[in-house]
């Protein structure tokens, strides 16, 4: 099994080390693969697009020929998992900011995004939120975050903060506007885990 890490920009160590520990505690094995050509996504069984700036990682995607090659995986079905910037890119539709600075989107999800609902570096801030399907609280760390104002009903809400949609699925992809990855809490990593067993890789 092969899981892609969108390596141009972002945290993009922090994923890799967080889903090796989720890979050791759920005994599995898989290669966490760095991407910042295009060619090495249609090898990977799983794919992340870390936070960054989301205009110029959607410009660099684009530049590289990678963009292209997330929409066909994931029209093949392959799970994708985009935090902040990462769910930024994955919508279809993005707020006035988006616009005025031309940015480009994948529209993967049938997602609204506010591009920086919660503010400026400076603003960033950590809570616990509850996510749908775990037991207990998640401490969701938000760094200049976005968040969905709206969506189509076959996207599942996973979590709400302060009203605002932080988390959400369709289908093969979830979009998180906070940084789990920066947490040393698994579980999400182990959500993505189990979106590939769904879809048959082992």
Known sequence: MRIGIIAIQGNI??????????????????????????????TCDALIIPGGESTTLGRLMEREGISSEIKEAAHAGIPIMGTCAGLVLLAKKGDRQVDMTGQ?????????VNRNAFGR??????????????????????????CITGCKEDVEVLSRYEGFIVAARQKNILALAF?????????????????LDLTGTV
Do not use: W
């Not at 160590?13 to 996504?41: D, F, Q, S, T, Y």
């Open 104 to 112: 480009p989107l994948l529209g993967l999800m049938d997602i609204h």
């Open 179 to 195: 940084h789990p990855e920066l947490t040393d809490d698994l579980r999400i990593h182990h959500y993505f885990l189990r979106m």
């Open 13 to 42: 160590e922090e994923h890799a080390n967080a889903m090796l520990k989720a890979l050791k505690h759920a005994n599995r094995r898989a290669e966490i693969v760095k991407i910042k050509h295009r060619g090495i996504v249609p």
């Open 121 to 146: 570096q400076r603003e960033s801030f950590e809570c616990p939120v509850d996510f749908r399907g775990l037991d207990s609280p998640f401490n969701a760390v938000f760094i200049r975050a976005p």
